[in-house]
Each structure stands twice: as structure tokens, then as C-alpha cells.
């Protein structure tokens, strides 16, 4: 098991060891039934013959689960004092969303600045180490399903819907970015104003979010907002002090 767990992160350009064991054997499970083998050696044998299934038993492990404006009270601290203090002090938003499967958090982001003037000058880039979850947010094509936390008024605001689905309308959707990138190889350049790095660390091993909260404290503005997800605590960062539920922001020092 462990042996076929390597293989298939090594195959992906990604380090095993930086997650909890324990997520991962739990998932393996899943990712033979994404597969529809019954055991990692049918599975290492199928991704050898077919390499476009790698991003399946990818998908399988590395839970990707993300919806709009998911958690709501943390939206609404965004829209009601997190975003208007960032307008105020530079005019504009950069935000990351680091993991971001497939964009829907970002996406949130994008219309909360949109609806409040603020969108055209921002700059929102979503990054994941899986290219099927770019590919998706990229198209900002979501089914039916998916809309329901928005209201009647976001859909006919922001989608169009089409062949039974619902596509982000193209003034916005060509306005984000994406970017396959690993966040544990390297961060993103420059200094953001808020990044979104929600529901991860929880798979991380404790050593390697140790390091990364340091890092993302660094990548962010003074000022600046790391956002959450609710069973994750930034321990070690000293310059990142709670102001809402899930919302830390970086002191000006």
C-alpha cells in the first residue's frame, strides 16, 4: 500500500511524505474504486497503460472539496469589514487562492468584489497541483447542483446556463487566473493581500504546516488576511492574530 502510494505521487511530481499517512490510507480506497481495480497493483498496472487516469487516482486521494461562499458567516466578515478595510488602504484586492480545486472559492470572492465596484482593478489567481481541477475552474462550468447557496439574483448576475449546467459569465471568468503550481514547493511571488488556503493543512503532516504557516504570515501584506478553514489554526505564525472566525490577519510589523 505504502509502496503504491509513492509511486503514484512521485508519478505526479509530488512528495508522499508531506501528508498524514493515516488521510492517505484511508483514501486509497477510493481511489481503486475511482479506478475500478480491486488492489494498488491493478492500479499502478492500469495508470502505466492509460497515463490520463493518474489524474483520477490523483483526485481520489487529495480531497478536493470546495463550494460557494462555503461557510457563510465567514463570507459575510469578507464582504461587511475584511474587504472595504483592504479597498481603503490600496484600491484594490490581490488574493490567492492556494489549492484552489475547482475555483468555486475564488469565484465567491470574485463576486462579492464585483458586486461592490472593486472587481476590475483586484487580481484573483487560484492555484492546485492537479490539472483536471484547473481545467475546471478555468471553464467556470458547474452543474445544476452546485448553485444552490446562491440566490436567484447571483445566478442570473453572474451564469449563464447552458446544456443543463451553469457557466460563469465570460467578463468574469476571463478575469481570474489559474495555475498549476505545488504550494509546498514553492509560494507564489509577491505580497498578497489575502489568500484563501481553506480545508488543507488538515491533510498535511504537523511539520510541514508548521513551515508553511511562517511562509504564507511572510507572503501576505501588512494588513493582509489568511483565510481558513474552521479546524485549522496557523500555530507558530507571530504575526498572524485572529479578527473573525476562520480570518487572520498579518500585523503591521
Known sequence: MA??????????????????PETLERRLGSCLRALRVKSPEEARRLIERDPSRLDDALNSMLIGVTS?????????????GVLPQ??????????????????????????????????????????DCRSSALELARAGRFESTALKPLSAE?????????????QVKSPLRQMLRWRQANLLDTLEP??????????????LRY???????????SAL??????????????SGAKRLEPIA???????WR
Open 3 to 20: 509502496e503504491f502510494i509513492e509511486w503514484l505521487f512521485s508519478r505526479a511530481g509530488l512528495d508522499w511524505r508531506m501528508y498524514r
Open 190 to 203: 509577491g505580497l498578497w493581500d489575502m489568500i484563501l488556503f481553506r480545508n488543507t493543512a488538515i491533510y
Open 68 to 80: 460557494f461562499f462555503r461557510d457563510p458567516q465567514v463570507f459575510e466578515h469578507l464582504a461587511a
Open 221 to 234: 501584506r501588512p494588513g493582509g488576511v489568511l483565510v481558513l478553514g474552521k479546524a485549522e489554526r496557523p
Open 207 to 217: 511539520e510541514v504546516t508548521d513551515r508553511l504557516w511562517r511562509q504564507l504570515e
Open 154 to 166: 447571483l445566478r442570473s448576475r453572474f451564469f449563464d446556463e447552458a446544456a443543463g449546467a451553469w
Open 245 to 251: 472566525p476562520c480570518i487572520y490577519q498579518r500585523l
Open 86 to 127: 483592504l479597498i481603503a488602504n490600496r484600491g484594490a484586492v490581490y488574493a490567492w487562492s492556494a489549492g484552489c480545486s475547482d475555483g468555486a472559492e475564488l469565484y465567491s470572492l470574485a463576486m462579492l468584489l464585483e458586486m461592490r465596484g472593486w472587481f476590475e482593478k483586484s487580481y484573483l489567481l487560484g492555484t
